[in-house]
C-alpha cells in the first residue's frame, strides 16, 4: 500500500514536469493514475495581432492573441467548472515607459460534456481570441514597442489531458512618424476591411 502512495506520487512529479499524459476522470484522479499513457501534445498555434500596422504615441490600438485549436482537442476556458482543470490565461509582461496594457477579453466557452467526465466542462475549441487593447502615451520615446506575452493552457481529448503548457509570444509594433496614418490590418480578426 505504501509503495503504491509513492508510485503515485511519482506519476504526479512526472506529469508537473510534463512527461506524462494521464487519462481524466473527474471524480476519481488518483485511480486514473494507474493507466499513464505517453501521447504526443497536439500542434496548437498561438500568434499575436494588432488592428494597425503601426500606432500612432497617444493612442489606443487593439490587439489580439489567437489560438488555433486542431480537430479533436480542445482547451480549457478560463473560467472552467471544474477545480481540478487548468484554466487558460494570458499575461502580458509590463511594457514600460507608461505603456498601458488594458485587460483581456476571453471568448465564450462552449460548455460540453466528455467521456472522461461525469460533468460539462467549459472549453474552446477551433478557434479562440484573447482580446484586448493598449494605450499608448503622448509621450512614448522609441520608434517601436515590443510587448511579451504568456498563454498557459492545458489541452485535452476526448480521452486524455495533456499537461499544462505555458507558451511565449513577442508581439512588436512600429510607431507612426509625425506625417503618417497608420492603416487598419488584420481585418480577419478584428471586423473592418481585411488585411
Known amino acids: 500500500m505504501k509503495s503504491m502512495k509513492i508510485i503515485r506520487l511519482a506519476l504526479l512529479f512526472a506529469l508537473a514536469l510534463g512527461a506524462l499524459v ?3 476522470d473527474l471524480k476519481a484522479k488518483t485511480a486514473a493514475l494507474s493507466s499513464v499513457a505517453p501521447a504526443r501534445q497536439p500542434d496548437i498555434s498561438i500568434n499575436g495581432y494588432y488592428a494597425q500596422d503601426k500606432a500612432r504615441p497617444g ?7 489567437v489560438i488555433d485549436i486542431p480537430k479533436g482537442y480542445h482547451i480549457n476556458a478560463n473560467k472552467t467548472l471544474s477545480k481540478f482543470l487548468i484554466p487558460t490565461t494570458l499575461k502580458m509582461d509590463d511594457v514600460g515607459d507608461g505603456v498601458r496594457v488594458n485587460p ?3 471568448p465564450r466557452a462552449i460548455v460540453r460534456k466528455f467521456s472522461f467526465s461525469e460533468d460539462q466542462l467549459a472549453v474552446y475549441e477551433g478557434r479562440a481570441v484573447m482580446r484586448f487593447s493598449l494605450t499608448i502615451p503622448a509621450t512614448f520615446p522609441h520608434s517601436k514597442m515590443l510587448l511579451k506575452v504568456r498563454v498557459k493552457y492545458q489541452s485535452c481529448s476526448d480521452e486524455v ?3 499544462p503548457t ?3 509570444l513577442t508581439m512588436w509594433l512600429g510607431m ?5 496614418t497608420p492603416k487598419r490590418t488584420n481585418g480577419n480578426i478584428f471586423g473592418g476591411k481585411k488585411g
Open 166 to 168: 505555458t507558451r511565449e
Open 161 to 163: 489531458c495533456f499537461a
Open 59 to 65: 493612442s489606443t490600438i487593439q490587439a489580439a492573441v
Open 22 to 24: 494521464v487519462p481524466v
Open 104 to 106: 483581456v477579453s476571453y
Open 176 to 180: 507612426a512618424g509625425t506625417n503618417e
